[in-house]
């Protein structure tokens, strides 16, 4: 595979928007992941957090369907847990997705959290670029 394939990390929150919200604003970096444009890496317990988050009582409103919300995973390539890394997560529960961005040295990290959104400054000097899927520049 390519190492000029840009690496991209989506949070459970960005994940929500492609499979559950179905949000437009997911459709470029969905479309670019699932055609090789883009490599989504992720590692098991950002599997584990995904399966327990969809199924909610308060998702079943966006009637999410299960074939999708299962399947994702099924984009994303799987590498070992990350180790810490030097920048802190206010939110326990959301350090591994900023662990994975900096040891991969993602492009992008794709998070509606605002916990991993304040780490945007300090990450930017390290080449990882934390955002929102809203955010994220459409590529004409």
């Given amino acids: 595979m390519s ?11 960005a994940l929500l928007d492609w499979r559950v919200f179905k ?21 098991s317990s950002m599997e584990q957090e995904w399966h327990q988050v969809w199924p909610r009582s ?14 994702v995973f099924q ?14 997560c206010k939110d326990p529960d959301d350090q591994v997705f900023i662990d994975l ?14 916990a991993l959104l304040k780490l945007a400054r300090r990450a930017r000097p390290h080449g990882v670029n934390v955002m929102t899927l809203q955010s994220w520049p459409t590529k004409g």
């Avoid at 308060?58 to 399947?71: F, R, V």
């Avoid at 961005?101 to 959290?113: E, I, N, P, Q, Y």
Wanted: charged residues 20%; proline residues 9%.
């Fill in 3 to 13: 190492t000029n394939i840009p690496i991209v990390i989506l949070d459970t929150n």
């Fill in 23 to 43: 949000d437009p604003a997911a459709h470029p970096i969905a479309q670019a992941i699932t055609s090789g444009r883009m490599r989504w890496l992720a590692c």
């Fill in 75 to 88: 984009h994303a390539e799987f590498v070992d847990e990350p180790p810490r890394c030097a920048l802190r």
């Fill in 58 to 71: 308060y998702l079943k409103a966006w009637q999410p369907d299960p074939k999708l919300t299962l399947g």
């Fill in 101 to 114: 961005a900096m040891h991969v040295r993602a492009t992008w990290l794709f998070s509606k959290d605002a």
